[in-house]
T-cell receptor
Framework: DGGITQSPKYLFRKEGQNVTLSCEQNLNHDAMYWYRQDPGQGLRLIYYSQIVNDFQKGDIAEGYSVSREKKESFPLTVTSAQKNPTAFYLC???????????????FGSGTRLTVV | DQQVKQNSPSLSVQEGRISILNCDYTNSMFDYFLWYKKYPAEGPTFLISISSIKDKNEDGRFTVFLNKSAKHLSLHIVPSQPGDSAVYFCAASVSSSARQLTFGSGTQLTVLP
């Protein structure tokens, strides 16, 4: 079955550490996205990538970094510069950036990151 | 500034009745709207969408209405079932843009048996 896999499901980070969240898709989608969900707020865009080796900052990119070396993979690194990293992180993909409007996104099941 | 707003954080309805979830937007460039459903600890799943050239789209028990002049859309679920209990997100996009979906803050729907 095609889909998006996020790992790990739960992640604990100590203050000052960098952590990387994995996102892999086998849907042959060109576009991939990272969102953050906080209680009482909508999904806020962190980074997005329309194509391999290209990515753009979203609304809340500070303290995060990404790479897109392969079409299937779009890992997100939460760096120590991110002041409030505790949140639920969602990865998504769409056929292409136009397809995101016409077909919506396919989301992964999310990673809950907690700073301890 | 929130461009997509869901002003009701929660809604409770009786099983079998109609659920109406509302969404307002401020960006007149938005021309495509979607609803997503999310269960706890899972990713959102696409439910239904509507283009700005339409004012209604129906899919089984789910109907989305769009009022462009009021910049308002609503999702109707008839009849509501306990399995519909979830958080519903409204999202909007500019289809010609290379950007992406803008989401509302979500409404928790609880369908009471």
């Amino acid at each position: 079955d095609g889909g998006i896999t996020q790992s790990p499901k739960y992640l604990f980070r100590k203050e000052g550490q960098n952590v990387t969240l994995s996102c892999e898709q086998n849907l042959n989608h060109d576009a991939m996205y990272w969102y953050r969900q906080d209680p009482g707020q909508g999904l806020r865009l962190i980074y997005y990538s329309q194509i391999v080796n290209d990515f753009q900052k979203g609304d809340i990119a500070e303290g995060y970094s990404v790479s897109r070396e392969k079409k299937e993979s779009f890992p997100l690194t939460v760096t120590s510069a991110q002041k409030n990293p505790t949140a639920f992180y969602l990865c998504a993909s769409s056929i292409d950036f136009q397809g995101s409007a016409n077909y919506g996104y396919t989301f992964g099941s999310g990673t809950r990151l907690t700073v301890v | 500034d929130q461009q997509v707003k869901q002003n009701s954080p929660s809604l409770s309805v009786q099983e079998g009745r109609i659920s109406i979830l509302n969404c307002d937007y401020t960006n007149s460039m938005f021309d495509y709207f979607l609803w997503y459903k999310k269960y706890p600890a899972e990713g959102p799943t696409f439910l239904i969408s509507i283009s700005s050239i339409k004012d209604k789209n129906e899919d089984g028990r789910f109907t989305v209405f769009l009022n462009k002049s009021a910049k308002h859309l609503s999702l109707h679920i008839v009849p509501s079932q306990p399995g519909d209990s979830a958080v519903y997100f409204c999202a909007a996009s500019v289809s010609s843009s290379a950007r992406q979906l803008t989401f509302g803050s979500g409404t928790q729907l609880t369908v009471l048996p």
